[in-house]
């Protein structure tokens, strides 16, 4: 069998994966990337990037080359019952980096992987299959690839291999893992973009207990999220997919005849089962867990590939001194575990706050988004956390040069 040696052997070749290859690779260190499917095509894969992932990807060198792909966004906007609620501006807050951006998937991988080459050897395709255990330690994977099977020693392993990570399972970490559903999956599909909707807005619509998102995506197209109750789809399927258009309609009467004509059947849709994952440690001695492996979180504010990319950074500067550190794996995870239980608690009580549909729970939802609206300051201080964690502000006198912005 073939047996390749690398410092360290990352599976899976999303954003995770991919970004901590390239961190490695600019601290001096050699990987060996694995990525079960060929070709990056993730047509309903992330796309919200926040200022935070712009920040890093400028971090990793990358992002005058994405800059150029990227489409920015200057505000979020919130209807409830028809009205508008909420507007936040992206541009009101004290930071360097200030929008998120629209960034499709194929490009931010490919890019991640062309800035690694020479350190990092992506294998694609090539599934992890097994862990190779020595002296109760984790070192290396057995990979399956169209010519044979692989064995990649390391000194470390790390799955960066999403929410149904396989590392994890094999390295133990699934038990004490704890995954909850929330009340709601959501069917993901795209439409044309609507004539006089700002294509620099992200959209939340909601009617009683009903909501949807609204993306503006880089292929000029809007992305929507529709929620539907949780196993809501079989019911939905059998009432046919004129009832998706018209739950839709309910939500955006100017997107109905673009539903008529584009959503003919079900394979124009994509379902995302929605759940969180905690996983109540993430490594053992030669293994280490990032992004969705480590936390599934869910698609609420754009928060995944933030954490995929800030956790791959954390990573690689502890894992670069020396990759068979068993204390640089739990250095890791305390320093990443708070940022992402704050966000996971953001979203949930984000999520509650979209599905009260019981009287007074409609009125008191407005309520709160109406006095965040009125109140800047206040406005500021709840979406930090969402879009700038652990960001430092920049003094309001700065000069603007320093106010960097996507185009
Ligand atoms: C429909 C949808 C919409 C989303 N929208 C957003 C959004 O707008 N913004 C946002 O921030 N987040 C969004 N998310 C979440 C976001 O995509 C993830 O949080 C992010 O991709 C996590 O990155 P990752 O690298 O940890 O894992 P992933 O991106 O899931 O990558 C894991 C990779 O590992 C590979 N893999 C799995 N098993 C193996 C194996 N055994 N061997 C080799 N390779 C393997 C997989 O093929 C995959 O490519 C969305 C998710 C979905 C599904």
């Given at each position: 069998m073939t047996v390749i040696r690398t410092d360290v052997c990352v599976v899976g070749g999303g954003p995770g994966g991919r970004a901590l290859a390239l961190a490695l690779a600019r601290l001096g260190r050699e990987s060996v990337l694995l990525e079960q499917?060929?070709?990056?095509?993730?047509?309903?894969?992330?796309?919200s990037v926040s200022p935070q992932g712009v920040r890093i990807l400028d971090s990793l060198g990358v992002w005058d080359e994405l800059a150029g792909r990227a489409h920015r966004v200057d505000r979020l906007e919130i209807a409830d019952g028809g009205r508008r609620v909420l507007d936040v501006r992206f541009?009101?807050?004290?930071?360097?980096?200030r929008h998120p951006v629209e960034l499709a998937q194929p490009a931010l991988l490919a890019e991640l992987s062309a800035a690694a080459l020479g350190a990092c050897r992506v294998l694609?395709?090539?599934?992890?299959v097994g862990l190779i255990e020595e002296r109760g330690r984790v070192a290396g994977v057995r990979a399956r690839t169209p010519e044979g099977e692989l064995e990649i020693r390391a000194a470390v392993t790390v799955g960066?291999?999403?929410?149904?990570s396989q590392v994890r399972r094999m390295a133990g970490l699934e038990d004490g893992a704890r995954r909850t559903p929330l009340e709601r999956d959501v069917i993901w599909l795209k439409l044309p973009f609507p004539a006089g909707?700002?294509?620099r807005a992200y959209r939340i619509r909601i009617a009683g207990a009903s909501h949807a998102l609204f993306l503006p995506g880089t292929d000029g197209r809007v992305r929507v999220g529709l929620n539907i109750p949780k196993g809501g789809l079989r019911q939905l399927r059998a009432d046919g997919v004129g009832r998706l258009r018209a739950q839709l309609a309910a939500l955006a009467p100017e997107l109905h005849p673009a539903a008529e004509e584009h959503?003919?059947?079900?394979?124009?849709t994509v379902l995302l089962d929605i759940f969180t994952t905690e996983v109540a440690?993430?490594?053992v001695p030669g293994a280490v867990l990032l992004g969705d492996a480590a936390h599934t979180l869910t698609p609420v504010l754009g928060q995944g590939i933030n954490h995929a990319l800030a956790d791959a950074v954390a990573l690689a500067g502890l894992l670069?001194?020396?990759?068979?550190?068993?204390a640089a794996p739990r250095a890791f995870e305390c320093s990443r575990r708070a940022p992402v239980t704050r966000s996971r608690a953001l979203q949930l009580r984000q999520e509650r706050l979209f599905t009260l549909a019981v009287p007074p729970g409609p009125t008191l939802r407005r309520t709160v988004y109406r006095t965040l609206n009125a109140l800047p300051a206040l406005r500021r201080r709840v979406f930090a956390p969402v879009y700038f964690p652990g960001e430092r502000p920049v003094p309001a006198?700065?000069?603007?040069?320093?106010v960097r912005s996507a185009s």
């Open positions: 499917r060929h070709g990056a095509a993730r047509s309903f894969y992330g796309e541009a009101d807050f004290p930071y360097t980096w694609e395709p090539a599934a992890a960066a291999d999403g929410r149904f909707w700002d294509r959503i003919r059947s079900w394979s124009d440690r993430w490594s670069a001194p020396d990759p068979a550190s068993d006198d700065a000069p603007r040069d320093l």
